[in-house]
């Protein structure tokens, strides 16, 4: 009987730390953290229809609130979003500014050499 008990008791605590060693931490995920978290910079073309945006390395995304593109149809834009690889989707954070293109002012100082 002194035996077992002591057989008994390694047991337990070895199996319930193999089980503990198994089973994700607190706040653990598996997905990557950099990407859906943070966010990404994409810039690209968006299409017509304003759902998907073609990225600068030929890479289309579907964007899943497409409702942010309206205004953007067929422009090149810069947005910061969140990606899902797996199904190629992006969800648009917001819209970086773009420079706006100002035509030359020729009485400028620049031009007066």
């Avoid at 653990?28 to 943070?38: A, F, L, M, N, P």
């Avoid at 409702?67 to 690889?85: A, H």
Wanted: charged letters at 25%.
């Amino acid at each position: 009987m002194r035996r077992l008990l002591p057989a008994t008791l390694t047991f337990v605590f070895a199996a319930s730390a193999a089980i503990s060693a198994q089973t994700p931490g607190r706040g653990d995920s598996t997905r990557q953290r950099g990407i859906y978290e943070k966010g990404v910079d994409l810039a690209g073309k968006v299409s017509n229809g304003g759902k998907t945006l073609l990225a600068d390395d030929d890479n289309e995304w579907i964007v899943s609130n497409a409702s942010i593109l309206k205004d953007f149809e067929g422009r090149y834009v810069s947005v910061k979003c969140r990606m899902d690889p797996s199904k190629q989707a992006i969800r648009i954070l917001y819209i970086r500014g773009t420079p706006a293109s100002h035509p030359p002012n020729l009485g400028d100082s620049a031009f007066r050499r």
